[in-house]
């Protein structure tokens, strides 16, 4: 099928699902792309949004759900194979100029007449070497497989940080046209006054997560630590908290309220590509506590107070510490509000047009 160079303004279709991280990502980078001129179709995968997630995308873009199942819902490589042909209506309805997809699984078997383009969120491949520290278990590697067959398709590749796209070429091997495109978050008002606690928020039943780490830490520290997020997940994965307070799975803005007011925000993942809530607290000046992984370093050195995310004991520690000096707790506040600004949603705007040139010019060339 022949592919064209986009227009000035783009009709873009791009894939969500209402599960997590992937949702605000999409909403805050289509608002923006909006603002610029653009226009947005968000096409759904997995289990349908809320009726408030529906009506914040519906505000500015067309929302379609398709059957298809999200890849790390399903055990089948099979249940993905309706995808190509769900996309084709929308394609055409829609006049598509360029497709982002946010998972590579999803360009298999797509015949676009228009650029497509991929996004690593993150993946199971990746997960496991980090998480873990091995290699897939056998019933996923169809996953790596068809990952791989996603980036050999497209006509380019992003990953949300430098340390997310070394590991991706570690485990799959060199990829074309990969870029690195830092994510963005919109901006919250600061507060005056904080409340002496600490705040995390993640999907906590993910192991990636880590919430043993900070519930073990949680019995050693001076400050309540409050953990935001479900303890619950999809496939009936389950965990429990005894020493954070757990406050389940609260509404995006309430989340960033109790960032911007919280005393120290702390996030003691294995696994995070980019790590969207740590920027979410930077924007409020919220001194960052951070897993000393890859990632957080390259994003938050000199920003942040690194721990081992394996140690406990280690976590408690640098909270003791920093629960107990106003100043210093200040200062580090200071500098992730400093260093958050790398990673405004103008930016990520701005960057993201320029993949979507490139790749439009290498869809032309086919």
């Known amino acids: 099928m022949l592919r064209t160079l986009r227009p000035r303004r783009r009709r873009i279709l791009m894939t969500v699902d209402a599960m997590g991280g992937v949702w605000r990502y999409a ?55 309706a995808l190509p042909g769900e996309l084709h209506a929308p394609l055409r309805d829609h006049a598509i100029d360029l497709v982002h997809l946010n998972a590579p ?31 897939l278990d056998s019933a996923w590697t169809w996953q790596k497989e068809r990952n791989k067959r996603g980036f050999d398709s497209a006509d380019a590749v992003i990953a949300p940080s430098r340390s997310h796209a070394e590991l991706l070429e570690t485990c799959y091997g060199p990829i074309a046209c990969l870029h690195v ?31 043993v780490a900070l519930d073990q ?4 520290t001076q400050w309540p630590v409050f953990a ?9 994965e389950r965990t429990t908290v005894n020493n954070a307070v757990p406050l389940g799975a609260l509404p995006h803005d309430e989340v960033r309220s109790l960032m911007a007011r919280a005393g120290i925000f702390v996030s003691p993942s294995l696994y995070e590509p980019f790590g969207l809530a740590a920027l979410e607290a930077a924007m409020s000046a919220t ?20 721990f081992d995310a394996r140690d406990p004991h280690d976590l408690a520690a640098c909270i003791n510490r920093l629960s107990s000096d106003t100043e210093h707790r200040h200062e580090l506040g200071r500098a992730a509000l400093r260093r958050s600004r790398r990673y405004t949603l103008g930016r990520q705007a701005a960057a993201m047009r320029d993949v979507y040139e490139k790749a439009a010019l290498a869809a032309a060339e086919r």
């Open 181 to 211: 495109v830092g994510n963005g978050a919109r901006p919250v008002p600061g507060v005056e006054h904080r409340q002496l606690l600490v705040f995390a928020a993640g999907r906590w039943w993910d192991e990636g997560k880590n919430v």
């Open 217 to 220: 830490a949680a019995s050693l």
């Open 287 to 306: 001194p960052l506590v951070l897993s000393d992984i890859p990632t957080y370093r390259e994003l938050w050195d000199k920003a942040a107070m690194f």
């Open 105 to 135: 699984t999803q360009a298999v078997g797509l015949d676009a007449p228009c650029p497509v383009i991929v996004v690593s969120h993150s993946c199971v491949t990746t997960w496991f070497r980090a998480v873990r520290g091995q290699a």
């Open 228 to 236: 935001a997020g479900s303890l619950h997940g999809p496939n009936s």
């Open 27 to 81: 909403l805050d980078l289509g608002r923006e792309l909006v603002k610029g001129g653009d226009s947005i179709v968000f096409a759904g995968l997995g289990p349908r949004p809320s009726r408030q997630q529906a009506d914040e995308a519906r505000s500015f873009a067309t929302l379609i759900w398709l059957n298809t199942p999200l890849d790390w819902m399903t055990h089948d490589a099979g249940d993905l194979d």
